[in-house]
């Protein structure tokens, strides 16, 4: 038996301006995991068993279009095998909620097939597999969660073609707390990303605007970051957040959570991901975090999350 697991991600700067070309800057967030077992199967064929989302398939020709599936048969094809497997997979990060689920449970296939083959893939061969099944989950994906996901590592990236993106480390120099509202509303990352693709094909030159005022605030917070400014972050997070509801993509419950836990102390505050629902993040002095989470849960959070970014950088 062998098993591979695989982090969320957590967008801190610079989400939907980066399907476009600009920069964006994720990390890693190891402490939410997917999971996958693989094993030989006694009866013939690969079946897939994922409990969470309540699903078993057979995996045969007609599963093409099905996420896991797919990601199954790209790894074997890449490693060169075929055998009769069983999968189990399981995983805590909640679905379509900024997290990048869909991409921990595929890059978690992808690790714990090489695992069982012997075989060991880059994280660029493990981010090119696992972009494959988020064009199923996400339509037009810029790239952003496979990478960070497969590194493992806080990242600048910038799309380019598919094998070209400008993946660069960034540097943490003081770590900081982050809280992180769930608001319990699953927003498909899909549907976000095509309704800001319908706005810029209808009016591209607010929204280019709009896509190149992100990006300078990306670039600033990378600044931020690498000399340790960290009293900088909480406005720019206020700052990218207005442009995120310039395209569209907020919504009155997150709205409601960046009220309740501005007027409780934090600093910043923006959603992370798609948008509309999923998560939204606050920068916080450690000693504020206990009267923040406190705010934004009864103002309807459906969970709070307070980790610390950049101590394992
Ligand atoms: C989703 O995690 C981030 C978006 O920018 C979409 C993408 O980059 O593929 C909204």
Same mark, same amino acid.
């Given at each position: 038996m062998s098993v591979g697991t695989a982090c969320g991600k957590i967008i801190l700067f610079g989400e939907h301006a980066v399907v476009y070309g600009r920069p964006a800057l994720a990390v890693p967030f190891s402490e939410l995991r997917a999971s996958v077992t693989v094993k030989a199967r006694t009866g013939q064929g690969i079946v897939i068993r994922a409990r969470d989302l309540g699903r078993e398939i057979l995996v045969g020709d007609t599963a093409r279009d099905d996420a896991l599936a797919a990601i199954t048969r790209l790894t074997l094809d890449k490693l060169g095998k075929s055998d009769n497997l069983e999968l189990e997979v399981s995983s805590e990060i909640p679905l379509a !909620?900024?997290?990048g689920s869909g991409a921990a449970i595929s890059t978690a296939i992808v690790r714990a097939l090489a695992s069982y083959f012997n075989s060991s893939l880059t994280p660029d061969e493990i981010s090119t597999l696992v972009f494959e099944t988020e064009k199923l989950y996400?339509?037009?994906? !810029?790239?952003i969660d496979n990478t960070v996901i497969a590194y493992e590592q806080a990242i600048r990236f910038v799309r380019r073609p598919i094998g070209e993106h400008e993946i660069l480390p960034i540097h943490i120099a003081r770590p900081f707390t982050l809280l992180i509202a769930d608001t319990g509303i699953a927003s498909p990352t899909k549907v976000t990303v095509g309704d800001v693709r319908q706005g810029w094909e209808r009016d591209p030159e607010r929204y280019e605007r709009v896509f190149d005022a992100i990006g300078a605030i990306v670039s600033e917070a990378q600044d931020a970051l690498a000399h340790g400014e960290n009293a900088q972050l909480g406005e720019l997070m206020r700052r990218n957040h207005q442009a995120l509801r310039a395209l569209g993509v907020s919504s009155d419950e997150i709205e409601r959570l960046i009220a309740a836990g501005s007027r409780a102390g934090a600093s910043g505050a923006k959603l992370s991901g798609g948008g509309r629902g999923g998560n939204v993040l606050f920068f916080v002095e450690a000693d504020e975090a206990n009267v923040v989470r406190a705010a934004v849960l009864r103002a309807g959070a459906a969970r709070v999350i307070v980790t610390v970014i950049g101590e394992k950088a």
């Open positions: !909620s900024g997290f996400h339509g037009t994906p !810029s790239g």
